[in-house]
């Protein structure tokens, strides 16, 4: 039995100092890390060799319920070529915060027949990504 598993429940994102409200999901950050191939004719055994690139922080991507007001905040970072910075403070018990600086390069509306009028966000992180508790 987990005793560590929790329910997204509670999750906060904040935009600067400001919550952002009705968000469905988050999804990410989803970090990577580029390799560099150094196999060279006399590499061992036939086998392609690689030695660690950048990291990259890769993107987080918001499904959230239409509101106006934070419509036209994401449309404002889109806009803008200013970096913004963000923050996912996770339901656990040990309150941990995820931060990271990011530029809006995504911004979506689907409008359904039967369902809610929702948008997505898209947001390219810039830098590190670090946790706090």
């Known amino acids: 039995m987990t005793t560590a598993a929790f329910a997204g429940v509670g999750t906060l994102f904040k935009r ?7 968000i469905n999901s988050i999804s990410g950050p989803n970090m990577t890390r580029d390799t560099i191939d150094v196999t060279s004719l006399d590499s061992t055994g036939g086998y392609r060799e690689f030695i660690p690139g950048f990291r990259d922080g890769g993107e987080v991507t918001l499904s959230c319920n239409w509101v106006r007001d934070e419509w036209d905040d994401w449309l404002t970072d889109f806009q803008s070529d200013t970096i913004q910075t963000y923050t996912i403070t996770l339901s656990d018990t040990a309150g941990t915060v995820i931060n990271f600086s990011a530029y809006c390069v995504g911004l979506g509306v689907e409008v359904p027949m039967d369902d809610k009028v929702t948008n ?14």
Do not use: C
Request: glycine share 10%; net charge negative.
């Open 16 to 22: 600067g100092a400001d919550s952002v409200a009705e």
């Open 120 to 133: 997505e966000v898209t947001l390219k992180i810039s830098g590190a990504v670090t946790l706090t508790s």
